[in-house]
């Protein structure tokens, strides 16, 4: 059994959704593990990690849209030491989780036709993410 991981840093352009399928895939064919698990942990509190819809962007449109309606922006809340947005980020991330396990099957991962791997920025302004990745198989 072998293992593998590293920190891959992402730039967002603020709120929406980024994919980084393609990073992933390039550093796990670079690993040279054929069959195992792959793990991402989004190490931030208003970011999180999804796998999603890749080829019609108005999914990602209406995910975001209807995050805004469950987690609206207001004065409402007691934390808002970073601005009006803080705490709904907060929401947002606990709502579609920081984490992925992914099966690596035949040294790719195991997504489906239409799936993709997207960080998740809930925050209004850019911000640079990290996300720690682990990679154990043979």
Known sequence: MRQASTILTIDTP???FTEITRAMAEWLAGEGIGEGLLTLLCRHTSASLLIQENAARE????????LD????????YLHDDEGPD?????LKATLTGVNLQI???GGRMALGTWQGLYLAEHRRRPHRREIAVHLIGE
């Open 14 to 16: 603020g709120r929406g």
């Open 59 to 66: 999914v990602r449109v209406d995910l975001a849209q209807w």
């Open 69 to 76: 309606r469950l987690a609206p922006e207001g004065a409402h």
């Open 86 to 90: 803080d705490m709904p980020a907060h």
């Open 103 to 105: 099966p690596v099957i």
